[in-house]
Every structure is written in C-alpha cells, then in structure tokens.
C-alpha cells in the first residue's frame, strides 16, 4: 500500500491543491509537488503499448482479461 499511486486514492482536484500548497512550503516540498503534477500529466500512465496487447491476444484465448493484462504489462516490446 506504501507504494500505490496517490491517483488511487485521492481526485485529481484535491492532489492539484496539495501540489499547490507544497510548491509555497519549501524546495524540498516544491519536488514533491513537481512528481505529483507530472503523475497527473502522464497520458501513458497504466496504457498498455499496442504491440503489448497484440502479444497478449496471442498467447491468450480470453482477451481483455485481468491475467492477459497483467501478463502484457510486463512484456517486453
């Protein structure tokens, strides 16, 4: 659980406003705050690639599946 996304648990909105209020604390804060925005800008965040889904319709006969998910999240493109 230590290691989970912060997106999981609290709303973009909410993790805008802890950003904000860090970039004022300090410079220390101010890179917290700076690897909270780029968490919320990443578009490819949890995507998978198309030739990783492609790997996965392959070697699974049930495609989406959370196993063949999985699966392609770890392959290798």
Not at 40 to 64: E, H, I, N, R
């Given at each position: 659980?230590r290691?989970?996304p912060l997106k999981?648990?609290v709303?973009k909105?909410k993790l805008?406003?802890?950003s904000?209020?860090?970039?004022?604390?300090?410079?220390?804060?101010?890179?917290?705050?700076?690897?909270?925005d780029s968490?919320?800008d990443?578009?490819?965040k949890?995507?998978?690639?198309?030739c990783?889904?492609a790997?996965?319709?392959k070697?699974?006969?049930?495609?989406?599946?959370a196993?063949a998910?999985?699966?392609?999240?770890?392959?290798?493109?």
């Amino acid at each position: 659980m230590r290691n989970a996304p912060l997106k999981a648990f609290v709303g973009k909105d909410k993790l805008k406003e802890v950003s904000g209020e860090l970039k004022k604390a300090s410079k220390m804060h101010a890179g917290q705050a700076k690897k909270i925005d780029s968490m919320l800008d990443s578009p490819m965040k949890g995507k998978l690639k198309p030739c990783q889904k492609a790997a996965a319709k392959k070697k699974f006969d049930v495609y989406p599946s959370a196993y063949a998910n999985m699966w392609a999240s770890n392959h290798k493109c």
